[in-house]
């Protein structure tokens, strides 16, 4: 189970329709909300990873000691939620040292997880972003979905983890939760999906990815858990559709079923036991 952690205002949708700086000063609702999520996840014994913006946590560095003080994983979502496909190779370099600075001023652990934002690890930029995350000691990412979706995804990719990179220096690859069904790769990693998708539905589709073998990786952001997107004026319909439907309330009921349902797994603990599975996925 992982989170991206992010103001709902920083996703792409929201940026592609909005002046530069339009929420500036904009108050932040993550500390709160990564607070409450952190408590439901203690109260069912469940164990996440949190890919944390840096720009956020330069701003609210209570988050980390938040996740990191109830023995979850915190992970890098990048310096300020810019794609990767804006970005060359020296300029994704910059990022990361950027949040890793950060890490270290604020005396954190080095983080081991990487998610990119968008998902926007592409078959242009798969191998530089191995060889940059691997020299800058990441040991593993999770930003590729396997499947071609509009934005996002590398078609025919590996479902279970694999390495990432054609030269020396890799990086497990921890791809985004699909299910196999009648011949296709049906998307299930959560958010969006989790909130478009009949809670039933999306719960036997897990356990069809499980029962496959397949170690499925969840994400969702924390202002899903929040009141409903009620789009602030605007905004376009299809964006208020996209990024409120089905979040608030119904978001917790979705996790709460999920953790009832499956053990959740910081992402760390999948990526070190590469090649092999963790202990408890070898039931
Ligand atoms: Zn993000």
Same mark, same amino acid.
């Given at each position: 189970?992982?989170f991206?952690v992010e103001e709902?205002?920083?996703?792409?949708?929201?940026?592609?329709?909005?002046?530069?700086?339009?929420?500036?000063?904009?108050r932040r609702r993550s500390p709160f909300l990564v607070d409450e999520l952190v408590r439901?996840?203690?109260?069912?014994?469940?164990?996440?990873?949190f890919?944390v913006l840096?720009?956020l946590l330069a701003a609210e560095p209570g988050i980390a000691g938040s996740i990191?003080?109830?023995?979850?994983?915190?992970?890098?979502?990048?310096?300020?939620?810019?794609?990767?496909?804006?970005?060359?190779?020296?300029?994704?370099?910059?990022?990361?040292?950027?949040?890793?600075?950060?890490?270290?001023?604020?005396?954190?652990?080095?983080?081991?997880?990487?998610?990119?934002?968008?998902?926007?690890?592409?078959?242009?930029?798969?191998?530089?972003?191995?060889?940059?995350?691997?020299?800058?000691?990441?040991?593993?990412? *999770?930003?590729?979905? %396997? $499947?071609?979706?509009? #934005?996002? @995804?590398?078609?025919?990719?590996?479902?279970?983890?694999?390495? =990432? /990179?054609?030269?020396?220096?890799?990086?497990?690859?921890?791809?985004?939760?699909?299910?196999?069904?009648?011949?296709?790769?049906?998307?299930?990693?959560?958010?969006?999906?989790?909130?478009?998708?009949?809670?039933?539905?999306?719960?036997?589709?897990?356990?069809?990815?499980?029962?496959?073998?397949?170690?499925?990786?969840?994400?969702?952001?924390p202002w899903?858990?929040d009141?409903?997107?009620?789009?602030? *004026?605007?905004?376009? %319909? $299809?964006?208020?559709? #996209?990024? @409120?439907?089905?979040?608030?309330?119904?978001?917790?009921?979705? =996790? /709460?079923?999920?953790?009832?349902?499956?053990?959740?797994?910081?992402?760390?603990?999948?990526?070190?036991?590469?090649?092999?599975?963790?202990?408890?996925?070898?039931?």
């Amino acid at each position: 189970m992982s989170f991206d952690v992010e103001e709902w205002f920083q996703t792409a949708a929201v940026t592609a329709e909005s002046a530069p700086g339009a929420f500036d000063g904009k108050r932040r609702r993550s500390p709160f909300l990564v607070d409450e999520l952190v408590r439901f996840l203690n109260e069912r014994g469940a164990r996440a990873t949190f890919f944390v913006l840096g720009d956020l946590l330069a701003a609210e560095p209570g988050i980390a000691g938040s996740i990191l003080g109830s023995g979850h994983e915190l992970a890098c979502h990048g310096w300020g939620h810019q794609s990767l496909k804006e970005m060359n190779r020296a300029s994704f370099r910059e990022d990361i040292e950027k949040c890793l600075s950060l890490w270290d001023t604020l005396s954190l652990p080095r983080p081991s997880g990487y998610r990119a934002p968008s998902f926007s690890v592409t078959d242009g930029n798969s191998a530089w972003v191995a060889e940059e995350l691997s020299s800058a000691g990441f040991l593993y990412d *999770s930003s590729v979905f %396997p $499947v071609a979706l509009i #934005r996002y @995804g590398i078609d025919n990719s590996p479902i279970l983890p694999y390495e =990432l /990179g054609d030269g020396a220096r890799k990086v497990v690859e921890l791809p985004l939760a699909i299910s196999p069904f009648m011949g296709l790769r049906v998307p299930v990693a959560g958010g969006a999906w989790m909130r478009f998708t009949p809670l039933h539905l999306h719960s036997r589709l897990l356990r069809r990815a499980v029962c496959k073998g397949l170690i499925p990786v969840i994400y969702s952001h924390p202002w899903e858990y929040d009141v409903p997107f009620d789009g602030e *004026s605007g905004f376009s %319909p $299809v964006l208020r559709l #996209r990024q @409120g439907r089905g979040s608030g309330k119904r978001m917790w009921k979705a =996790l /709460g079923r999920l953790l009832d349902r499956f053990e959740s797994l910081p992402l760390m603990e999948i990526a070190s036991a590469y090649p092999g599975r963790p202990e408890s996925c070898k039931r």
